[in-house]
């Protein structure tokens, strides 16, 4: 990395770390998360890529995701976790959350990869994502490192709590009837109706020869979901 930093490009650097309310202690290691390695094969000055700090980087997220989500849920199976972790570390989630803190802008790039669009390309901006988390682990350690990904995350997470809440009410109704009577679920279709791309279906469900709820929804699944949720609120559960 190199020491003579231009004074332009540290005010810089100041202004991005309080961007992501981050106080770097040594701003090199910001420099060094957001250099490409195109610009240090160019580069006059000796400057070191964002390689290895995008290895740290990736596992410190990994780390950071799964004990958020381990806190966040605490009902949730081994399985379940590890499908809402793959789909928040996933690349299109990370460039988009590095578009929103505009770290493409701020990237150190080659002539060739900058006149390519390099600031724009989902793998790039993955890559300065992670090596940016892996210098706040550096520089201010774990449990800064931790709170930075939960900022950045907030709102997937929410997100994806409004997703699995939706998924849930065939669960809980599956369980309400196991515990309290001995007769089988059934949904049924009983309309469809919309054009190809704007469907809506209508779901009821049955326990045993009882109807206790109905349902619209985009899907037939999401149609049962309401319908469950509709018998939930019948048997007095919710």
């Known amino acids: 990395m190199s020491h003579h930093m231009t004074e332009t490009r540290r005010a810089e650097l100041v202004r991005l770390s309080a961007f992501l309310d981050v106080d770097f202690a040594d701003l090199s290691l910001l420099e ?3 250099t ?3 610009y240090v094969n160019e580069a006059r000055e000796r400057a070191t890529h964002n390689e290895r700090l995008e290895f740290l980087g990736d596992a410190v997220l990994e780390l950071a995701i799964s004990t958020y989500l381990y806190v966040a849920y605490p009902h949730c199976s081994e399985g379940e976790l590890t499908k809402m972790r793959a789909s928040l570390v996933q690349s299109e989630t990370l460039a988009r959350l590095a578009r929103r803190l505009h770290l493409g802008a701020h990237l150190r790039m ?3 990869e900058m006149l390519g669009g390099g600031a724009e ?3 790039n901006l993955e890559n300065v994502f992670e090596a940016v988390i892996g ?3 550096l520089d201010r350690g774990w449990d800064a490192a931790y709170s930075y990904v939960q900022r950045q995350f907030t709102e997937e997470v929410t997100r994806l709590r409004q997703e699995h809440a939706v998924q849930d ?8 009837v196991q515990g309290h009577r001995h007769e089988c679920i059934a949904y049924e279709q009983v309309a469809e109706s919309g054009p190809d791309h704007d469907k809506r279906f209508t779901m009821r469900v049955r326990i045993g020869m009882e109807v206790l709820g109905e349902g619209i929804g985009r899907s037939k699944k999401e149609a049962e979901q309401h319908a469950a949720a509709a018998a939930l609120a019948r048997l007095g559960t919710r």
């Not at 009410?169 to 309400?176: G, H, N, P």
Request: glycine share 8%.
């Open 135 to 137: 210098a706040v682990y």
């Open 110 to 112: 080659g002539r060739g």
């Open 36 to 38: 490409h390695p195109s």
């Open 121 to 123: 390309r989902q793998n």
């Open 169 to 176: 009410y065939k669960t809980m109704l599956q369980e309400y």
């Open 32 to 34: 060094e998360a957001l």
